[in-house]
């Protein structure tokens, strides 16, 4: 199976599927900041997030989260790493933050392809999720907002010398993308972290 995106980052690989490719680790997500360690991930456990210690990770060792418009996020640290599923509910529940994530020391940030703020039209009540946030943007009547940017300043707060890098793609208005807006299914794009 072949990779629609694929980018080399800091100790490994980021690559996003159309299908779930074989032998990969993920969660049952359900839109929350809970991360897990790696050695207790398998499909029916909870969670939004998958970190690991750099001891851990073998060669054939393929971590997944999957998305259909949600910000997949690929954190490196120096002790070790995780891939966390980003949708607004997590980022408002500063996933980032999470005491597993801090325990990494992160030093790298990687956005992998999601909805763009010019695609992500929300309602004036959604305001209340983020009240003093600057990431809104109104335009005619509709009101948007840019998750991506809410993330990386959440992220500049938490970890101020860390990298942090965004791939730009829109799920929504980029095809073969799957995009749970635009198509209404249920669809998924598998994103992928490994050591080759």
Known sequence: ???????????????????????????????SSLVHPLQLVKPDLEGDGIYWNWNEVQNQTQIATYTADCLPILVIGKSGGALLH?????????????????????FFFFIGP???????????????????SPHFKQVGKLHYFNLQAQLQE???????????????????????????????????????FSLN
């Open 1 to 31: 199976m072949k990779a629609i995106y694929h980018i080399e980052v800091p100790k490994g690989h980021f690559r996003t599927y159309l299908e779930k490719p074989k032998n990969t680790l993920y969660l049952k997500q359900i839109h």
């Open 86 to 106: 980003g949708g607004w509910r997590g980022i408002q529940q500063n996933i980032i933050g999470n005491e597993n994530i801090q325990k990494i020391v992160p």
């Open 114 to 132: 999601s909805i763009q703020w010019g695609s992500f039209a929300v309602t004036e009540e959604f305001y209340q999720h983020f009240p003093r």
């Open 154 to 192: 959440q992220i500049s707060t938490l970890y101020p010398l860390a990298q942090i890098q965004d791939c730009g793609i829109c799920t929504f208005k980029t095809l073969p993308y799957n995009s749970y807006r635009r198509q209404k299914k249920h669809y998924r794009n598998w994103n992928v």
